[in-house]
């Protein structure tokens, strides 16, 4: 599992335009999200028949302070193809350039610090680690950035800073310079906050379910090419001596193509932004002076003036942002675990799989979770909502762990029919538990709900993200170390990690009865634009 209730504003008349600016000029700024088209994640995506799942029922009815032609050019505007593919595309840089290394670290630690082989793992692991912890410390800069200068001049500065980074780490010779290179990359990372928010701002009511599953999609597609690049492109002379065995530079610099490949990707996704994608942020409308020039507004905007701590205090936000970091908790704790699990000889809690068989199996669940994503998400997020998803994977969660312990003693029970069980068990939950993905998405729904107004869209998603990069970083080697300790003591039979596991996935179900209903945020918003 991988790695990520839109709040946008979308203008597709000029009436609906007109009314934002008087909106905004002559009240308070939240009454831009009822002038305006606000994207309330159950908002014509209910059905009339709830399951028991589903968020609480909401009028369609329109606000009364937006116009009637409005909301329904909005509803029926379709979903700008063009665009989110180019910003799918940006969005798979990120995990590439964060993946790809994976591979090769090891060796090129070793090749460039001539390191005992004890002290490999410990460089290798901080080297990794650089990036999301340097793009931890700087993700609120660059989405307070995004606020206030723009999505576009943001997203293309980021992806030339990670192209430029993730090239020269591939030419580094000492460890030092590995380092800075790696938090080079880091400090530009800022991509994905931006790209978020461009996606959410792109799509309407009916589209945003469908838009973040492919958003969702890039990523996973950026975290399962950026090893397989890493790896097969690293140390070319050795590895295809036929064709590379000639190159003097990569003889100098056996980790140069590999970087120099995933460094074209990000160049190719600077370009196509810097030229083709549009600009999401809508600037403050102006008013005529006195002597007809046209001057901007100066009316106080509380929701844009919102501190870091203020927009943590808005209502809904820390539970929103808590449930995210619960998930994310999950998905990389189990990304971490499943590999090394998969390995683990039976006699200790694992399956004993060979490399070739672990393929396989991240393949399956690489595929199950595209399927679950582009094809299943959207019409059931339609039907039960954003948090009716998340309450669904909630309950799911801890059954799809559970087959994992279950995996281990019908193979340690050694029969013909046993063995055979498992292989049936195996594959099926494997395919259908990767449904637990759609918390992902239906998270990222939620916190663009949340947010008190689209000026603080990027401030928020960055906090997000910021939380989610330190979570990447200590993560994997926690719940590993974990699984070792359990694994070696046989603490629990070998199973104490998934006790674990199912201690804290029961916990997200608990979480997810408080996250905000997307009618009570409707209600709150049209108070304060009324005072």
Known sequence: MDSPSTHQVTYTSQHAQNMVAITWTDRQPDAVHEGSNHVDETTALLASSMTKYADAPTSDTLDSSSGPDGDNDDEKKPLPIAQILLLCYARAVEPLAFFSIFPYV??????????????????????????????????????????????????????????????LFGLAKTIPQMIMFRCLAGVFAGTIVTIRTMVAEHSTPSTQARAFSWFAFSGNLG???????????????????????????????????????????????AVSSAFFVEETLKKEPVTMGHDGEEVASDVPTQSSDLSTWQLLKSPGVGVVLYTYGHIMVLAFAFTAIIPVFWFTPVHLGGYGFTPL??????????????????LVFPPLQKKIGSNGVIRLCATAYPLFFLCCPLGNVLLRMGTDGSVKAFWILLPTALAIGCGVSMSFTAIQLVLNDVAPSPKVLGTLNALALTGVSMLRAFCPALFTTLFALGARTQLAGGYAIWVLMLIIASGLSVTAKYLPEPEAARKRRRSQARR
């Open 357 to 374: 068989q672990i393929s396989l199996m991240m393949g399956l669940n690489g595929a199950a979770q595209a399927t679950w994503l582009l």
């Open 223 to 269: 975290i399962f090419l950026g090893p397989l690049l890493g790896g097969a492109l690293a140390d070319p002379v050795r590895q295809y001596p036929g064709v590379f065995g000639a190159v003097h530079f990569f003889e100098k610099y056996p980790y140069a193509l590999s970087s120099l490949v995933v460094a074209f990707v990000g160049a190719t996704a």
């Open 106 to 167: 090891s060796q090129m630690v070793q090749d460039n610090g001539g390191l005992a082989d004890s002290d490999v793992g410990f460089y290798s692991g901080l080297i990794e680690s650089m990036f999301s912890l340097t793009q931890a410390i700087v993700m609120i800069f660059w989405g307070q950035a995004a606020d206030r200068f723009g999505r576009k001049p943001v997203l293309v500065s980021s992806l030339f800073g990670v192209t430029v980074a993730t090239s």
